[in-house]
């Protein structure tokens, strides 16, 4: 059964989501990806095997298209790296998204080391 993963990065951990897309282009090649329009121009450029999706960038509404996609059921787990360090300007939107995940029991991943346990846990398996 093939899952749709929402893969999402702020500007500063785009790079760690494609190495860590990179280290997984196996089992995330058996997905349909859909990604914010420039996470998903930086996944693609590393990883030109996976087949991804983009939406809006996050600022221009992409979170919330990607919230939307969890809200009517289509999103199987959300990888998002968010950079703590960074004050975000569409901050509301980055905290709609995550309170739908919650909502729906969305598996999440908000870095490399969780993302490889969901990997690890047989989510991506299926």
């Known amino acids: 059964m093939s899952l749709k993963l929402a893969l999402v990065a702020h500007d500063r951990m785009k790079p760690a989501l494609a190495e860590w897309a990179a280290r997984h282009t196996a089992e995330l090649g058996r997905h349909k990806l859909v990604c914010t329009a420039t ?11 996976l087949d991804v999706t983009t939406v809006k960038s996050g600022p221009l509404g992409g979170d919330q298209q990607i919230g939307g ?3 009517e059921g289509q999103i199987g787990a959300l990888i998002f790296f968010p950079d703590p360090l960074a004050p975000q300007a569409h901050d509301v939107d980055v905290k709609a998204l995550l309170r739908i995940a919650l909502v729906y029991d969305v598996p999440c991943a908000f ?14 398996a299926r």
């Open 69 to 71: 996609m969890i809200a």
């Open 39 to 49: 996470t998903g121009g930086v996944l693609r450029e590393r990883n030109p095997a």
């Open 111 to 124: 870095n490399p080391a969780t993302a490889d346990l969901l990997v690890a846990g047989g989510l991506l």
